[in-house]
């Protein structure tokens, strides 16, 4: 049974950061491309950022480039969302899922999420 789990979410001061983990179990992170996405109140769910099967690449939504990092333990079959230099525009819950095919940039190209994570930026 696939089931993802994120933590780490908080509330962080502008200019902080956090770390997200996302703990896969019922397959291995290192046979699907993983992603982390976001839903603020009131907008579509939104890509973040992806890491590929291999884990040689990545890829992030121009918004977080230079400030976020995906990666991945397949040791511990986690995936992480380091978090830095966090905006009041990064504020929302904070969701990991598994790839089914080559779209990463958009939710139909994921079969399973996780139940999110919530981040708030604010001081």
């Known amino acids: 049974q696939v089931q993802l789990v994120e933590s780490g979410g908080g509330l962080a001061q502008p200019g902080g950061s956090l770390r997200l983990s996302c703990a896969a179990s019922?397959?291995?992170?290192?046979?699907?491309?993983m992603g982390w996405f976001r839903q603020a109140p009131g907008k579509e769910r939104e890509f973040v950022a992806v890491i590929s099967r291999g884990g040689g690449s990545t890829r992030y939504t121009d918004s977080v480039k230079g400030r976020f990092t995906i990666s991945r333990d397949t040791a511990k079959n986690t995936v992480y969302l380091q978090m830095n230099s966090l905006r009041p525009e990064d504020t929302a819950l904070y969701y990991c899922?598994?790839?089914?095919?080559?779209?990463?940039?958009?939710?139909?190209?994921?079969?399973?999420w996780g139940q999110g994570t919530q981040v708030t930026v604010s001081s």
């Open positions: 019922g397959f291995s992170i290192s046979t699907y491309a």
């Open positions: 899922a598994k790839a089914q095919g080559q779209q990463f940039g958009v939710t139909p190209g994921y079969d399973y």
